[in-house]
């Protein structure tokens, strides 16, 4: 079986830009959650989708967004990117059950300039 | 909210030597508990889970975790390292009115010497 994967897998952009990165999960699963990796924060949660619905939230502004496909793919969308905006975007994909674990990706690193 | 805390920031062993990772998490309600590790330039990975029944549960590649309840602590052990083992292990708990937000906690890092 496929694993997670993530697009792209590096990127550079400047403040105030825009960025998107994608995920695609494990095939059969149907929650994509999103998580943040820095090395001062450590990994913080993003939100999760299941079925094309958003349905956690982390403590993220709002300019930190996603979506889901009805195939269960997802992207995740950061506007007016701000410095501290530099991390590793962990995509992790499970069945959705609360008592699933949760299969990570290899991330996107995004470097903010 | 839940919380997740790691003991250790950085642990240095020699091969062969013992180990033990302590975890602790703030949350009075079910959970389910996790050790993922990050072998240098690869993803995380499941070590071991805990979701209920027998509190020590074993994982991949000779890890153990112990949960206990009245400590709030799910520790992870293995009785002898191997330089491979170097990586940084995370802790993770999700309780179970989060859905599929898993709090991790601020990792440890492993380094074991040759």
């Known amino acids: 079986k496929a694993g997670v994967t993530q697009t792209p897998r590096y990127l550079i952009k400047t403040r105030g830009q825009q960025v998107t990165l994608s995920c695609s999960p494990i095939s059969g699963h149907r929650s994509v959650s999103w998580y943040q990796q820095t090395p001062g924060q450590g990994l913080q949660f993003l939100f999760e989708y299941f079925s094309e619905t958003q349905r956690n939230k982390g403590n993220f502004p709002g300019r930190f967004s996603g979506r889901q496909f009805s195939n269960s793919r997802s992207e995740m969308n950061v506007s007016t990117l701000e410095l501290g905006d530099s991390a590793l975007y962990l995509c992790a994909s499970s069945k959705g059950d609360v008592n699933n674990e949760q299969f990570f990706g290899p991330g996107t690193r995004l470097t903010v300039l | 909210a839940q919380s997740v805390s790691q003991h250790n920031h950085h642990v240095i062993l020699s091969e062969a030597a013992s180990l033990e990772l302590g975890c602790n998490y703030s949350y009075g309600g079910t959970v389910n508990l996790f050790w993922y590790v990050q072998y240098p330039g690869q993803h995380l990975q499941l070590l071991l889970k805990?979701?209920?029944?027998?509190?020590l549960v074993k994982g991949i590649k000779g890890f153990e975790a112990e949960f206990i309840k009245s400590k709030f602590s799910f520790n992870l052990r293995k009785p002898s390292v191997q330089w491979s083992d170097t990586a940084e292990y995370f802790c993770a708990v999700n309780a179970e009115n989060y859905g599929q937000n898993f709090v991790f906690g601020p990792g440890t890092r492993l380094s074991v010497l040759p």
């Open positions: 805990y979701f209920s029944g027998d509190p």
